[in-house]
């Protein structure tokens, strides 16, 4: 469709007789067959129509529109020739416009007014053998960066290697010979035979492997070159540190990598008959997407790191900001990467770090203060389930808050036995375990505390054995509830909200004003004595036994930093306690208290 907005301009008039008609009407013939694509007809307007023709082909071509929209603008003319102002609007792909004005130059002859062709009536900069060319100008995609503005994942390059047989020709063998040298870094079951005869019996090219750049710097050199081997760049977006929470981001890249892109640009360029850019006529930039933030923190992730590290069975540690939610870290050591994000999703018996709950419930129920004096015998016989403490100690009767600090099992299994069948059900909610968190980048699960009318079972439930499990991730949140007063919202990408699912009445503050002062205890003169020297450390320990052995625990809370550190069959609570001092003299000094 052509829209025409004819705006005649006279000339100046040298005589009484009647002007003839100007070239408006020719023009507009012309316009409205070039608007439709009809470049036949529209070249038959002009006084050279083969090289018309192909020009305006090239153009439609070149700029893969879909239909223009020309004005006419003004006209001149004085006897036999004349200029027509027009506006051009390209409609182009991707609802792209391309808008720009020029001059038609015109020519009467015989009495008939035509187009007198030349390249600028298409575009007043076109010269003469040039067309135009659409080009796509992609936005370099954003990056990721941890809280405190470094960069986790930026955009690059992996490389693709595949054997291509019908390239390879004679020398087949000789490059599949060599590829299996090559790659047997990273697959040593390669056999150049098989290999060879695989690739031949392929329709495609073959696929091999794909390598990061560091490795395909090392490979390609020596056999890039060999008849038959392709290396295809595929963009990707890579991690800058291969053991920065590598479980952690392969998540967060897939819950980000379809906004990273932007919006990408364009360009309309003059080539000349070569196909060689002569000049850009028309540009819109790229418009790249904004960075990502995720609340991981450097210092502190690389901290926890560390201190897993020093593990040899799975070890975990999960690190949250009580005052915002923010997930600042979560570390795995290899050995706990293997069977994935487990820090946020395994779940595990959590032993006495349950004793949180126990004691908020006893509180919340008014069955006890931390001065209410309970016994805390070396064993105790409760219905057909005998409790016995962590090497048998007996203290006799102490005040609720010392059975906390020393771990006494048999104290809070009794406590347990006398509540409801969802009692810690209930006290569990309040700190957010048993809840289902959707946080955006990283799966979670904080546990299961299923009510029971078993009084075996629930008495077991109440030193954390029994039903009850939880992962770290859940641990981590039951410590920051009690840091913050309230069960934080966590999350890990920065604007991303997440959701809850399940429903919990706020921890009370007498449960708060219960429970700090005896997690003081535990580290000043309890369990977790080894940690003391680090601050005012408020925790919890625990050693949850299973078939064969017993998981080791500690969470608690420094300042604004709440934690829960596993190592799985790590034995006694004291080997989680090193390993959270291990993290902490990792910090700088004073971080976060």
């Known amino acids: 469709m052509v829209t025409v907005l004819l705006v005649a301009l006279p000339a100046a008039v040298t005589s009484c007789t009647a002007r003839p008609e100007g070239p408006a009407r020719a023009a507009e013939r012309f316009f409205a067959a070039l ?7 529209g070249a038959e307007l002009t ?20 239909h223009l929209d020309a004005h006419v603008l003004g006209v001149k003319y004085t006897d036999d020739t004349g200029s027509v102002a027009y506006r051009y609007t390209w409609h182009l792909p991707k609802n792209r416009t391309w808008t720009y004005d020029g001059q038609l130059k015109m020519a009467r002859n015989e009495g008939r007014w035509q187009v007198r062709w030349s390249t600028t009536g298409l575009h007043p900069r076109l010269g003469e053998h040039q067309t135009f060319a659409l080009r796509a100008d992609p936005p370099r995609r954003a990056s990721v960066n941890e809280i405190g503005g470094t960069d986790v994942l930026v955009p690059g390059y992996r490389y693709h290697y595949a054997l291509d047989a019908s390239r390879a020709g004679g ?6 010979s060599a590829v299996v040298e090559a790659l047997r870094p990273f697959d040593d079951t390669l056999d150049p035979q098989r290999l060879a005869e695989q690739a031949s019996s392929s329709a495609q090219p073959l696929d091999l492997i794909t390598l990061r750049a560091d490795d395909n710097n090392r490979i390609a050199p020596a056999i890039g070159n060999l008849p038959g081997v392709l290396i295809t760049p595929q963009a990707d977006l890579l991690p800058t540190d291969e053991h920065f929470a590598p479980a952690v981001i392969s998540e967060v890249k897939k819950a980000v990598i379809g906004q990273l892109d932007g919006q990408p640009g364009w360009r309309v360029v003059s080539v000349n008959q070569n196909g060689v850019d002569v000049a850009v006529l028309h540009e819109v930039p790229p418009s790249p997407a904004p960075s990502i933030t995720i609340s991981l923190d450097r210092a502190v992730q690389d901290a926890a790191q560390h201190a897993v590290d020093g593990q040899r069975g799975q070890a975990m540690i999960v690190v949250i900001k009580p005052s915002t939610g923010e997930i600042l870290a979560i570390a795995q050591n290899g050995a706990a990467d293997a069977d994935g994000p487990i820090a946020t999703t395994g779940l595990y018996p959590p032993g006495s770090t349950f004793k949180m709950v126990t004691v908020g419930a006893v509180v919340e129920r008014d069955m006890a203060t931390p001065n209410t004096m309970l016994g805390c015998p070396g064993t105790i016989g409760i219905g057909h389930r005998v409790i016995t403490n962590y090497g048998g100690f007996d203290l006799g009767v102490v005040p609720m808050s010392r059975a906390f600090a020393s771990s006494c099992n048999t104290t809070f299994a009794e406590l347990a036995s006398r509540m409801p069948p969802r009692g810690l059900t209930q006290a569990a909610a309040q700190y957010g375990l048993g809840l289902d968190y959707e946080v955006d980048g990283i799966p979670t699960v904080t546990g299961s505390v299923p009510p029971t009318v078993d009084q075996a079972e629930r008495t077991e439930d109440g030193f954390g054995q029994g039903k009850v499990l939880a992962s770290p991730f859940g641990m981590a949140l039951v410590a920051a509830t009690v840091a913050a007063g309230k069960t934080p919202l966590p999350r890990l990408i920065e604007g991303r909200p997440t959701t809850v699912v399940g429903n919990s009445t706020p921890i009370s503050p007498k449960m708060l004003d219960a429970l700090r002062p005896m997690m003081r205890l535990v580290v000043t003169n309890g369990t977790a004595k080894d940690i003391a020297d680090c601050g005012a450390v408020f925790g919890k320990t625990g050693e949850a036994e299973f078939a064969g052995g017993s998981h080791s625990w500690f969470a608690g809370y420094r300042g604004d930093m709440a934690f829960a550190a596993l190592i799985v069959g790590g034995g006694s609570s004291e080997a989680a306690v090193r390993m959270t001092k291990a993290m902490f003299n990792s910090l700088p000094a004073d971080y976060l208290t």
Do not use: H, K, S, V
């Open 35 to 41: 608007a439709t694509g009809d470049t036949a007809q």
């Open 47 to 66: 006084d050279d129509p083969p090289a018309a023709r192909e020009a305006l082909d090239a153009a439609w071509a070149g700029l893969q529109a879909t």
């Open 171 to 176: 020398y087949l063998i000789r490059t599949a």
